[in-house]
């Protein structure tokens, strides 16, 4: 078994194809939602500068109820080290998976300490044929990103495995790809998203964070 082929046997096994599948709603979900929930509250240019701070929101309060939903995951969020943000960390017993929107397929997020922290940590040696460790953790990035010409959509979702020092990655998961009718029925009648469970309404998770302007 290649190294690629092992990487995609671990992820498989450890985030069951239903919850894969929950990732893609959740992205369709949170786009649509964001755009329409800004433009219409805000005038046009207010609205274009908050869009990807509240998809990014929206995105993260859906994720994160999808802990108890499915099997198998736990979803908690954590600070971006020394900065007054926090991330989403989706945890299983093999994987450890963030989240982050980049600009095209295959892109690096911009650097941050807990990305880099969290490669260098689980992806020291990636000897699986030889090692007995199999508790030891993967660690994985969800990437997404918009579209360019249709704002309310994501125009990608991967799943990449970043090499220790965070330059590169090891192997990438296409999820569109891989539950190709999945995309196309959400793109063509994005009606039919099942809308998941928010811990909280988005709005007010903005205001605590970015406070009362």
């Not at 894969?20 to 509250?41: N, P």
């Not at 999808?66 to 198998?72: P, V, Y």
């Given at each position: 078994m290649t190294l690629k082929e092992e990487l995609e046997r671990i992820f498989d096994d450890s985030i069951e194809e239903k919850t894969?599948?929950?990732?893609?709603?959740?992205?369709?979900?949170?786009?649509?939602?964001?755009?329409?929930?800004?433009?219409?509250?805000f005038a046009h240019e207010e609205a274009h500068d908050l869009l990807p701070?509240?998809?990014?929101i929206q995105l993260r309060s859906e994720l994160k109820g999808?802990?108890?939903?499915?099997?198998?995951i736990e979803t908690f969020h954590e600070p971006n080290g020394p900065a007054p943000s926090y991330h989403i960390i989706i945890n299983t017993e093999r994987v450890i998976l963030t989240v982050s929107s980049v600009q095209a397929p295959g892109?690096?997020?911009?650097?941050?300490?807990?990305?880099?922290?969290?490669?260098?940590?689980?992806?020291?040696?990636?000897?699986?044929?030889?090692?007995?460790?199999?508790?030891r953790k993967v660690y994985a990035i969800l990437l997404h990103g918009v579209k360019r010409d249709d704002k309310k959509q994501p125009a990608f979702a991967e799943v990449g495995f970043p090499a220790k020092g965070f330059e590169y990655y090891i192997h990438r998961i296409d999820l569109f790809k891989k539950f190709d009718v999945l995309v196309k029925t959400?793109?063509?009648?994005?009606?039919?998203i099942a809308k998941p469970a928010l811990r909280e309404p988005v709005l007010e998770v903005t205001k605590k964070?970015?406070?009362?302007r």
């Open positions: 894969q599948q929950a990732f893609i709603k959740c992205l369709f979900s949170s786009y649509k939602g964001a755009h329409d929930e800004c433009f219409k509250k701070f509240y998809r990014w999808l802990e108890g939903r499915f099997e198998k892109a690096l997020p911009r650097p941050a300490i807990y990305r880099t922290e969290m490669a260098n940590k689980h992806q020291l040696s990636f000897d699986f044929m030889k090692s007995d460790e199999d508790s959400l793109s063509s009648r994005p009606e039919e964070l970015i406070g009362e």
